[in-house]
């Protein structure tokens, strides 16, 4: 099936060009950061994990809201999600990839990396983080793979490849609630030391990966002529509707416990996020954002007519996806380290290298994306076709 | 405590069956040294000498009453020019990529949470050093992924190997004292006077105090307790003749947030 990827107009060309260049460029910065050491980043002594391992955890989010496909679609045999589910699959798979050069690029040794193999650490999150990915992308990959070969040669798919499609429902739910243990597990780290954090992530995933699928098949749709479906997209946004109205009732529990209790440790996270903390405010006008736009989108999508209207449904999920992605992105993550455990306040601001890395890394991820949906939209095609 | 954490450490030995299932799904399959699990300890950083210091529990004692600023700058040059900690300020005026395993802060800061709000003058205002407490139950240890930062079985000492760090910082994160540094580039070029006895390390490896095991190891008491003029004082918390033991006998002293389960080996008379 590989073959449907070498053949694509002048304009898929392009667009995978663009991309290898991003890519080198943050590449040869990459080679720049090995060099000096994590330094040229806008990392601290205080705040010492920053936007790499915070993309990290918005992208294990976007892996693993494959699942509000793959459990309707296989387990109750909702039969709208045909054409979208394998879309959703091989975006988990971008996703993880991208978390994993996340991880690696924020490593101080990265040659070392293998250290966690050789000295397997059961007590510690970071190891079991490293399985349950590992075991995601193989089975996302092996599940999208073979279904899609089976579809395109009119077969039903192996047998073998039902207990992985059902054990890959558990495993999603998994790979976050691991990734959220990273962080609510550590003590004196107040803003993460809830047992909410876990359904938090959970739900603003599974709010951001569909909306981010929606806008995805719109762009398909518009380039390839493949349509996954008004009625599919359409579920798909309810799905994301609800999933940020979860998201925002977390985060109301977060900030009812913590501002009612009073208890500084808790509570001056969340003051320094949304009111800035000893004249140290960077993030406020981003937070608030944040939960603008996600207010907004929860009005649009919550209405049927602006849900069912294509340019508001686009811009409800684009508003999810960016609010979603200040809020974990942002926020989450250097919220935790401000202000310091001997309540100190010193800022993180990532710097150029640092954003073109990043980017870097999400050029070679869309491009891992591009490759496998011009896949999957030459198989549905070529289907389509012969049917 | 003590019982139900050596037997998590027993149920490690589940990670054989973590090892097995990990390398399966890279495809990488470790060869049986590698296997061992977490019995192997890790490698005995300093070697003792015959004239070596012993202890079950290593712990300090810092009486602040004895303290001012210009003794806690002495300790400090003394544990940062020995253990060749870098001064990335001094040198490079950059704050960020500060390394320091013993510093002085203000007691709102050393101790957030317990300040009492009309502290006396001499308190609110005095230095208070800060440094690694050596927890008896470390959750960095717990972090950290490959066990590059572990605690020493015969004398409670937190150490890390700095060759099987990965710099992944877990440990920075789950310290709630920040009492852990990061080196965000090579220090070298930031030591003034290397000390060739003490290695130095290299960029993207974490560091902290190590409670002078290199020194203890050949019979020398820690060089801040040395340069402390009496203020600290150092020694065996399992021994209840110990001089240490017999201090906090006679005095109040307290410890940075008993209440996370830490069990710092630091003490404070206030
Ligand atoms: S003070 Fe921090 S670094 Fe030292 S042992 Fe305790 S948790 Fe670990
Ligand atoms: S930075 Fe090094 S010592 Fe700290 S958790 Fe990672 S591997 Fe362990
Ligand atoms: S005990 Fe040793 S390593 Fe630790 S702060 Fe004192 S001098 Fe430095």
New binding site residues.
Partial sequence: MLEKALKGSKTYWMWLLALAVVFAVGFVVYLRQLEFGLGITGMSRDVTWGFYIAQFTFLVGVAASAVMLVLPYYLHDYKTFGKITVLGEFLAVASVLMCMLFIIVDLGQPMRLLNVIFYPTPNSMLFWDMIVLNGYLFLNIVIGWNVLDAERNNTAPEKWIKPLIYLSIPWAVSIHTVTAFLYCGLPGRGFWLTAVLAPRFLASAFAAGPAFLILLSFIIRRFTGFDAGTRARQTLAKIVAYAVLANLFFFLCEVFVAVYSQIPEHMSHLQYLFFGLHGHDALVPWMWSSMALMVLAVIFLIIPAARQNETTLIFSCAFVFVGTWIDKGLGMISGGFVPNPLHEVNEYIPSIPEIVITIGVYALGFLVLTLLYKVVTGVKKEVAGQG | MENSRRRFLKTAGFSILGVGAGSMLIGLAPGPSEAAGPAAETKPVFVDRPDAKHARRWG?VIDTRGLDARTCRK??E???S??NVPDHIGKFGNKNHEIK??WDTEFKHAFPGQEAEFLSDRLENAPV?V??NHCDNPPCVRACPTRATFKREKDGIVLMDFHRCIGCRFCMAACPFGARSFNFRDPRPAIEDENPEFPTRMKGVVE??????E?LAVGKM????E?SGGA?T?GDLNDPDSDIRKLLADEYAIRRKPNLGTFPSVFYIV
Avoid: D, Q, Y
Wanted: hydrophobic content about 50%; charged content about 10%; some cysteine.
């Fill in positions: 300090m300790m400090e003394a544990c940062h020995i253990h395993w013993i050093p440094l690694c902290k105090c190590n409670f002078c095991a020194r820690p060089a801040c307790v340069a600290l150092f």
